[in-house]
């Protein structure tokens, strides 16, 4: 088994999505009626809080005496739960409770992340169409889901769609927005109110330059009804209507590719890129894109790829919720599947999709993460999903060690002030993880 190097691998193939062939499923399954039950939470017996290791490097086990010296330092709460491996043999350089199951918070992307790109396809871009309506003066903007949609494509069907009506005669037009492909929208088990709209938006089909409105769809149909405007037509309402089976198409456009929509996703913590990539996954796994299908097909596709995640629970694929439980050694199980070159759909996860420590993303300088001693040495040199919520703290990720190997490693906490301290007592154990300090 070869670790691939940390570069990215652009893929070979470019796809479109098209709305008929998201409903087609790669895999069958019906949706369960019965809700999942929200586990307890769960530690290992403090007897065995340090595992282990067995026999180590020099270097790794310079890392594991590190680690369990600085695993104690009150900052980091009282239950901190981890794991450290090389990314290469799965051999454990250092864990505390690692099967305890914690809130997880944005860690919980990379879950989303790893779905995404295995069912949907790394260049796999969707179509957002426009078609004719029940009548010749009625158009149907037709949301497929895509969370990167721009007022620049909008624009794009707007222009044809002009042209194409013109050329029918038709002047004046009733723009109808569907986006039905998703269900009506409604808060995720262990989402609090006041998370809609300020964290995320409520979760539809379609939305314009992620536009943090109570109505995203009614808001993306006035966009393209000024731009038809622009283009000479009358438009008389906006309004929510499903557009016929087999409607003549009069314009579509391409989003961004999965890859690309992943790695915005992971670097800036994107809460509506999650969630759209979450029900985009449940249907293309076969389930119904609601709360209850999306976390089923978290599970089976995972399980596909050879991660069982038992009483392990995702009520979301953003991490909002409160209710979600995971161990650091699911997490650190989920981030080897990208290192085990039997994945190359997970290539694009190598390199820089994940906030890169003291560059980019979350871990940017501006988040005064990796820009101070003792964790600025680590800047460059791992990359990490970070999470947050009150009281909650976890950074997941890969770095290459001082050995040149790469290094998978998982800390959640949640039992700590959510504060910039904490956040960096969490980069320093990362940091230990490179070697550099």
């Known amino acids: 088994m070869l670790v691939r190097p940390l570069l990215h691998r652009a893929a070979a193939a470019t796809g479109v999505l098209l709305l008929g062939a998201l409903l087609q499923p790669v895999t069958s399954g019906a949706v369960a009626s019965a809700a999942v039950a929200t586990p307890p939470r769960t530690a290992v017996p403090a007897a065995g809080r340090t595992s282990d290791p067995g026999v180590l490097s020099t270097t790794d086990q310079l890392v594991h005496d590190k680690l369990l010296a600085r695993a104690t330092g009150t900052r980091l709460g009282p239950d901190l739960a981890g794991t450290v491996t090389d990314a290469l043999t799965g051999q454990v350089l250092w864990e505390q409770t690692p099967l305890e199951r914690q809130v997880p918070a944005s860690n919980t992307k990379l879950v989303t992340a790893v779905n995404a790109l295995q069912v949907l396809g790394p260049a796999t871009r969707l179509s957002t169409t426009v078609v004719r309506g029940e009548t010749p003066d009625r158009v149907v903007l037709v949301g497929a889901g895509d969370p990167s949609l721009t007022r620049a ?117 994107d809460n509506d890129y999650a969630e759209a990539l979450h029900r985009l996954v449940a249907i293309k796994a076969g389930f119904a894109p609601s709360w209850t299908g999306a976390r089923l097909a978290q599970h089976q596709v995972l399980a596909g790829l050879g991660v069982d995640l038992g009483t392990a629970v995702l009520h979301d694929g953003s991490g909002l919720s409160r209710r979600n439980r995971i161990a650091p050694a699911d997490l650190v199980r989920v981030l080897s599947l990208v290192f085990d070159g039997a994945h190359p759909q997970l290539d694009s996860l190598q390199h820089e999709s994940l906030a890169v420590a003291g560059r980019t993303g979350t871990l940017a300088p501006r988040y005064r993460r990796y820009v101070t001693a003792p964790t600025r040495c680590a800047a460059g040199l791992l990359e990490a999903k970070t999470g947050s919520l009150a009281g909650v703290i976890t950074l997941s990720g890969f770095a290459r060690g001082a050995d040149g190997r790469v290094k998978l490693f998982s800390f959640l906490l949640n039992q700590v002030p959510s504060t910039l301290a904490t956040r960096r007592a969490v980069d320093r154990l990362a940091a230990t993880v490179t070697g550099c300090w």
């Open 153 to 269: 494509n909008l624009r794009s069907l707007a222009a044809d769609s002009a042209l194409a009506l013109g050329a029918s005669g038709v002047s004046t037009v009733t723009v109808s927005v569907d986006d039905s492909l998703f269900p009506a929208p409604s808060l995720a088990y262990g989402w609090r109110a006041s998370y809609v709209p300020r964290d995320v938006a409520a979760v539809r089909a379609l939305v314009v330059d992620q536009h943090r409105v109570k109505d995203t769809s009614l808001d993306a149909g006035r966009v393209f009804a000024k731009l038809l405007g622009r283009y000479g037509l009358t438009v008389r309402a906006v309004v929510r209507h499903r557009a016929l089976p087999g409607a003549p198409l009069l314009a579509a456009v391409e989003g961004q590719p999965v890859a690309t929509m992943v790695a915005t996703m992971l670097r800036e913590s």
